[in-house]
């Protein structure tokens, strides 16, 4: 326990100081470099476990997919607008590149995009065998592990508020898994669901819930301090409400994780961080979270 403590303060200490650079540079780029990097690390490791499996994986296509999907959300993509999210945004958005207004709007189309070109890959395969396979294995990867950060990207991108959306995704997210992990260890007893994750417990999972709901009301208690966030959550235990919603998503995402292992028959996707394993182990929490904070703002009452 006392390395997986040590090796994870030093992984929050430094996305905490890209994070860091990025709002008093009042920029997005280190959080950019760091989708990239991270997602074609988590594509490589995606490829081994296909593999184990057979099923046909085009993992530059990936990685193509991967650069120019962040790239877009980066410099060319509108801010989400979506409900409440058109009142987080304080200020005009800074872009680096002048194109049409309509084609800043298509972020939301980047899945359908992308399904597009997994199709003309697959055709291009003369294994007929494995067409089906390999275009869903393609676009399932793509939604599953390259869209769902592009939307924590495109969150972030928000001027004003968006920091403070993505705080508030990574602690409910996060916390979530410190909560389930230690309660699950002190007092845990009933298993969730043995055959995918043999050491979850009932108990851990809505101790989990519960430290996310602490967290989401204490970073909006933070927020509300700093002037942030008032204009769609006026109370600061809304954040409770919010962070339960957040820690389902993010013990979601570790289950699916636990699945792919699983299928593929090995305890962890990679060896990058000793205690963790790999890229896919360490972040496995946020995969749904994004999409899921979109769609809570998007119904949002305004």
């Known amino acids: 326990m006392g390395t997986r403590f040590l090796y994870g303060f030093l992984m929050v200490f430094a996305l905490v100081g890209v994070l860091a650079i990025d709002h008093y540079a009042n920029e997005t780029f280190g959080l950019f470099f760091l989708c990239i990097v991270v997602m074609s690390a988590g594509v490589l490791e995606l490829d081994r476990l296909l593999k184990f499996r057979g099923l046909p994986f085009d993992r530059g296509l990936l990685i193509l997919l991967n650069l120019l999907t962040m790239a877009y959300v980066q410099f060319v993509a509108e801010p989400p607008r979506l409900g409440a999210l058109a009142q987080l945004a304080t200020s005009s958005p800074h872009y680096w590149f002048e194109v049409l207004p309509q084609y800043r709007q298509l972020t939301l189309m980047l899945p359908p995009l992308a399904l597009l070109v997994c199709c003309f890959q697959g055709l291009r395969s003369r294994d007929v065998a494995q067409l089906s396979a390999r275009i869903l294995v393609n676009t399932g990867s793509y939604v599953y592990l390259i869209f769902t950060v592009a939307m ?24 979530g898994d410190v909560g389930a992990y230690l309660m699950g260890r002190a007092i845990g007893r009933h298993k969730l669901i043995p055959h995918l994750s043999p050491g979850k417990t009932i108990e851990g999972a809505l101790s989990g819930l519960a430290f996310s709901a602490a967290a989401g009301a204490g970073i909006l208690a933070w927020a509300h301090a700093s002037g942030a966030l008032t204009q769609v959550f006026p109370h600061w235990w809304y954040g409770a409400f919010l962070g339960a919603f957040m820690g389902v998503a993010a013990q979601s995402g570790d289950l699916v994780k636990s699945a792919l292992k699983r299928a593929a028959g090995v305890k962890d996707s990679g060896q990058l961080v000793p ?19 979109i769609i809570l703002l998007s119904l949002w009452p305004a």
Do not use: C, H, K, Q
């Open 152 to 175: 924590i990207l495109w969150l972030r991108r928000i001027p004003g508020n968006g920091e403070w959306l993505l705080y508030f995704l990574l602690a409910t997210s996060r916390m």
């Open 275 to 293: 205690a963790f394993g790999g890229v896919l182990d360490i972040i496995d929490n946020f995969m749904l979270t994004g999409p899921l904070l």
